[in-house]
């Protein structure tokens, strides 16, 4: 499809108005005088943090490029028009064989590559203490490496472009400086760091904060400590999960009246996202537990999540449905800021110029959105049984 004429209300005005796509792009934004239509129109989500998505698991190899293009179409079944897989912790050859089929799978699917704008490589550089380290396997982690890095950069044909460490390795600040200069964005997560470990972090170039709240100690100091110094440090934008288990709404609440425009969601989501309640074993992170309300733990520890099974769109709802943001400042956590993160185009949300990733909402009675279509670049790629597309 190459012209398409989308018509609903702008998610931030909730005036009717009429988008104008040709090739992929919005050529138009009209205002309309009226509207019987209640569909909500809204860009396209944008999720950092994508361990993998029902069935497809980016962390247990050997996954294939149509698993890839599997979960990218299940994603967008859900709103997230664009994404970045996300590798965690593991022994050094099985992160280079998922950099190596992540790169496969958007060379040999077009759609994987439209999707995918880069790889997030989150680990092994983090904390080795017990709550920091979340599911880690311990014995995968492992001290900053620059060589190590560009390894692992140059079998992802240079599409790293998120890499979550912490800093409170020797050198870590050398290897945040490397990944700088190379336009890989650094975030600080899965840490026990000091302070002042967090502070030289930032001066060395580091700007984002990896679900911060969580993948921490059950109990810290008073003060100070690394939430609170991550909150304090101005250069950092916060990506936070909103499945309703990883923080309370009241901390939600708080983290974002600190960050303000500095807050975004990610999802984490797994595997497990879509599949039925039970124990599970995994290749990474050992014996979980997907529980009926959609908790994800590590089975011998449920005090520990293990990652989400629910995604981003929920995240938005969760932050809906308690009123801790409007609906435009939601979508915009979801969307608008992430992409800004990483200098996508899709930052311009529902412009012109801007590509065509819209999603079609409609307001439910609780405060929450539903998602009734999805449009990518252009071509609608998800629709319910009405004909709104």
């Known amino acids: 499809m190459t012209n398409l004429i989308l018509r609903g209300r702008d998610y931030c005005t909730l005036q009717p108005i009429e988008l104008e796509i040709e ?47 599997h979960a990218t179409r299940a994603l967008w079944q859900q709103g997230v028009t664009s994404f970045l897989p996300t590798v965690i912790t593991a022994m050094p050859e099985e992160i280079t064989q998922a950099m190596q089929r992540l790169v496969s799978a958007c060379q040999h699917h077009p759609d994987v590559a439209r999707a995918v704008p880069g790889f997030h490589l989150e680990g092994p550089f983090l904390s080795p203490e017990d709550g920091p380290r979340g599911a880690h396997p311990r014995e995968a982690i492992r001290a900053p490496d620059i060589a190590l890095f560009d390894r692992w950069q140059q079998a992802a044909q240079q599409h790293i472009r998120l890499l979550t460490l912490s800093p409170e390795w020797p050198h870590s600040d050398a290897l945040i400086k490397h990944c700088v200069a190379q336009q ?31 993948g921490a100690h059950l109990q810290l100091p008073r003060h100070p400590n690394y939430i609170w110094q991550q909150l304090a ?6 990506t936070l999960i909103a499945d309703g288990d990883h923080l309370p709404a009241d901390v939600l609440k708080v983290f974002l009246r600190a960050k303000g425009e500095q807050a975004l969601l990610v999802s984490d989501v797994t ?29 011998d520890a449920p005090q520990l999540l293990a990652g989400s099974a629910r995604g981003l769109l929920e995240g938005v709802n969760f932050l809906l449905r308690h009123q801790l943001a409007t609906l435009a400042q939601a979508i915009e956590m979801a969307s608008v800021r992430p992409a800004r993160q990483l200098n996508l185009p899709q930052q311009q949300g529902l412009a012109c110029g801007a590509p065509a990733d819209v999603l079609l909402l409609a307001a439910q009675a609780d405060g929450s959105v539903a998602l009734r279509g999805c449009v990518k670049q252009g071509a609608a790629v998800w629709r319910d049984d009405a004909d709104y597309l």
């Open 23 to 69: 090739y992929g792009t919005i050529m138009d934004v009209r205002a309309l005088n009226e509207m019987d239509e209640e569909i909500i129109l809204a860009p396209g989500l944008v999720d950092l943090q994508v361990n993998g998505f029902q069935g497809v698991d980016f962390n247990h190899f050997p996954f294939s490029e149509e698993d890839v293009l």
């Open 271 to 299: 595997s497990f996202a879509g599949q039925p309640p039970g124990i599970y074993d995994t290749a990474i992170g050992g014996r979980v537990q997907l529980s009926a309300s959609g908790r994800l733990s590590i089975a």
């Open 184 to 214: 890989v964005r650094v975030a600080i997560g899965h840490t026990s760091a000091t302070p002042v470990q967090i502070h030289s972090a930032v001066d060395a170039g580091a700007t984002i904060s990896t679900h911060l709240g969580n």
């Open 233 to 238: 440090e101005d250069a950092l934008t916060a």
